[in-house]
């Protein structure tokens, strides 16, 4: 059950777009529809963005969208603010019946 | 509104055992699997274990299986973790989470708890 992996750090100036990769095998990311991601402040709860690879649950900002591609999935985030600034997991759901979460990226807005 | 709020963290030496619970309110509990998520102090999310809407079936991950229990009391909402055999490397703030429809690990967690802080020491 090795954790899904991230970049540890991207950053970006305020407007721009920004893309997350999550890389996992063929028993997790690249075999099921169900990946996550989540957004975590420090000091706060995880907030969940886009889930089963490219919906947002209601509420979260369109500026948020999922793909995936083979065992990759990436997260993008456009017109980056500087509420954007945080940590990002993503999570996959495995062949076991268990879930595995990224190591996480942490988000700088320059 | 809805909430989750966990309960029974605490200081316990190794080898020790807890029981931390999860109050759910706001939502029809017996519709949503369930699960536990933790976090070390600075570190990423892990994931504990999940269990389905009924109780019927249960994950863990491989750190706590054989150690640690999930259930679900729907009569009362709550969710529960029992942890035996408890290490230093189980120190971590344990967060519930709502998970999908009926099934656990699909659709993402979508409702969390603050979480409750559990010390493995000495």
């Known amino acids: 059950q090795s954790a899904l992996t991230q970049p540890a750090s991207v950053s970006g100036s305020p407007g721009q777009s920004i893309t997350i990769s999550c890389t996992g095998t063929?028993?997790?990311?690249?075999?099921?529809?169900?990946v996550s991601w989540y957004q975590q402040h420090p000091g706060k709860a995880p907030k969940l963005m886009i889930y089963d690879v490219s919906n947002r649950p209601s509420g979260v900002s369109n500026r948020f969208s999922g793909s995936k591609s083979g065992n990759t999935a990436s997260l993008t985030i456009s017109g980056l603010q500087a509420e954007d600034e945080a940590d990002y997991y993503c999570?996959?759901?495995?062949?076991?019946?268990?879930?595995?979460f990224g190591g996480g990226t942490k988000l700088t807005v320059l | 509104e809805v909430q989750l709020v966990e309960s029974g963290g605490g200081v316990v030496r190794p080898g020790g055992s807890l029981r931390l619970s999860c109050a759910a309110s706001g939502f029809t509990f017996d519709d949503y699997g369930m699960s536990w998520v933790r976090q070390a102090p600075g570190k990423g999310l892990e994931w504990v274990s999940g269990i389905n809407w009924n109780g019927g079936s249960t994950g863990y991950a491989d750190s706590v299986k054989g150690r640690f229990t999930i259930s679900r009391d729907n009569a009362k909402n709550s969710l529960y973790l029992q942890m035996n055999s408890l290490r230093a490397e189980d120190t971590a703030l344990y967060h519930c989470?709502?998970?999908?429809?009926?099934?656990?690990?699909?659709?993402?967690?979508?409702?969390w708890g603050k979480g409750t802080t559990v010390t493995v020491s000495s």
């Open positions: 063929s028993s997790d990311v690249g075999g099921y529809n169900y």
């Open positions: 999570s996959s759901y495995t062949s076991s019946s268990h879930v595995v």
């Open positions: 989470a709502r998970d999908g429809r009926l099934w656990f690990g699909i659709h993402g967690l979508d409702v």
